[in-house]
């Protein structure tokens, strides 16, 4: 089962508006991405079948002008740390708590401790 290597989240998630991206092939955004789930001493082919979720790009990242299919922009790089999300259904209306996330850019850091969205 596909799921994301920073987070745990799996794609049961999928039914959330939640993408899963496979990591780059290119060696210093590959890199990146690795340093920013502190992965170390990871393997070439242990890469190339690990994911992140949409989650932890900004909306930026990504290009939806195709109605199938939600890409990340070339070069993009994980900024957003989830560390714990959690979705509930109460009857229809289906809730997403994420629960302490931590943005960092170039200048600032970011810290929330809960978010929720209805759906």
Not at 23 to 47: G, T
Request: with cysteine; proline share 3%; glycine share 2%.
């Amino acid at each position: 089962m596909v799921h994301c290597r920073a987070c745990g989240i799996t794609t049961s998630a999928r039914n959330y508006g939640i993408t899963f991206h496979r990591f780059p092939k290119n060696e210093n955004q590959k890199r990146a991405w690795i340093n920013f789930c502190n992965m170390n001493k990871v393997s070439d082919k242990n890469v190339n079948y690990t994911t992140l979720c949409s989650q932890h790009f900004d909306e930026s990242c990504f290009d939806r002008t195709s109605t199938m299919k939600v890409r990340l922009k070339p070069f993009s790089v994980p900024t957003v740390h989830v560390l714990r999300s959690k979705y509930v259904s109460i009857g229809k209306i289906q809730i997403k708590f994420l629960i302490v996330y931590t943005t960092h850019t170039h200048t600032h850091t970011h810290t929330c401790v809960c978010l929720c969205y209805i759906f």
